[in-house]
Structures are given as C-alpha cells and as structure tokens.
C-alpha cells in the first residue's frame, strides 16, 4: 500500500527483448567467365576432339591390314567414287586367277623392286628427293599405292606422302607379296567407274583376267597411272610406246618374280 499512497505504479513486467536474427550468408554473385576463358576452353575441346579423331584414324589402318589376310578389302577411293559417280563395276579375284603375264607385267611398270624392298623403295625416292620437280612416280611403290587406295586420298600432297611411308611399312610386314599383288589388282582402278583387273579385262577385252594374253596385260598395266584418259581397247600412239616397252621387260623379267611365282 506504501506504494499507492506515494503515487507510484506497481512496476510492470518487462518484455523479453526480442534476440536480433543471425544474420544469412551472403550469397556472393559468381563471377562469369570472361571471352578468352571461353575461347581458350573452346580451343581445348577442338584440340581434344581432335587428337581422340587422329587416335581413331590411325587405329584404323592397324585394325584392318591384319584383317585383309583374309577379307577382302573395299578401299577409300572406291567408296569416294561409288558416292561422287555412282555404281561402279567391280569383282573380286584370287591371284591365281589371274594372268601370271598381267601380275608380272603390273610389277615390271609399277614397281620393277616389288619383290627386292620392304613397302618402300628408299633409293627410289631418295632419288625423287634430290631431284625437285622430276618425275615422282617411281618412288610410288605398289604397297603405298595399296594403302592409299585403301586408306588415304588421291590428291598428292607432303602430308599423304608422310603418311603412305609407315602404312605401307606395316602393310607390307603384314602382308605376304603374293597378297599384296592380289589386294593391289582387286582395289587399283582401270577405268572411270571400273576397279579391279577382272572387271577391267571384262570391260575392255571381253575377257577373263586369267584369259589375258601379253599385249592385253600390257596395255592395262600402263593405263595404270592415268586410268581416267588411258583407253587399253582404244589405246594411243603413247601407250602402244609404253605397252611395247612393258611386254619387253615382262618377257625378261625371270628372277625379279621369285616373291609371287616360286
């Protein structure tokens, strides 16, 4: 009553104060990333892409030479030309179906050391190396001209060069002689849409390959080279030159065949 009597008011409660709320992470912006992050992550996609797409290309060849032992091959060249062209004729022949004079007379205008080198004829292109601008056909050998219609492309360049070296290396360890003919006639182009010496011998001679006689093997093995403007049916002044020389050097071949005919 004391405090009634003075005038004061009994204390009143006092309310809790209310505790200050913890204060939320602060969400910080990420920063993004600038123009060369990105083009330098974009470089390193393309460079990856790119190595994963040589890895593929040059398991390829690795995977299918031991494979063509025994199946026969379908090349680049053929499948490029079936899709620019259209159909093309071709059928496939064993070697010993085939003339014994067109193999050898193949050998004596392509590749007069088929049987002596290992897929590359070093003195040859060393020859080719030393002489800028002179004729480079000789350095070809029938295995890099194997494994470019196999694998590679037509067009020449430094960079199909480099690469046929080691394919035909491999093709040729991989590959016995006589295979390496066979693979050769069955994929090398004749004609504008004719691959293989059979259906070249069909088409221009109305023949069988192994019905072939000397002139007529001849003739196709020197269209060889050229096989878009060289006609063995209707073959020109030039070629009937070369034809000659190639039957000549067939006849002499003898011991230059030990590696197809024992």
Known sequence: MAG??????????????????PAG????????PGRGAVKRAGWRRVVRTGVIALIIVALVPLLLVPAYVLVPPIGTHMIATRIADGPIERSWVHLDDVAKV???????????????HHGV?????????????GPQRGASTIAMQTVRNLFLWQSRSYLRKGLEIPLALYADLVWSKRREMEIYLNIA???????????????????????????????????????????PANPS?????????VESRARSAGGYIHCLYD
């Open 4 to 21: 009634i009597a003075s005038g004061m008011s009994p204390t009143a409660p006092r309310k809790p104060r209310a505790r200050p709320k």
């Open 25 to 32: 992470k602060v969400k910080r912006k990420t920063a993004e």
């Open 102 to 116: 067109l193999a050898i007379s193949v050998m004596m205008s392509e590749d007069g050391r088929f049987c002596a």
């Open 121 to 133: 004829d070093w003195e040859a292109l060393e020859q080719v190396i030393e002489t800028p601008g």
């Open 189 to 231: 182009q004749w004609g504008p849409a004719i691959f293989g010496v059979e259906a070249a011998a069909q088409h221009y001679f109305g023949r069988s390959a192994g019905n072939l006689n000397a002139r007529q093997a001849a003739l196709l093995a020197v269209a060889l080279p050229n096989p878009i403007l060289r006609n």
């Open 237 to 245: 002044a030039r070629m009937n030159r070369l034809a000659r020389t």
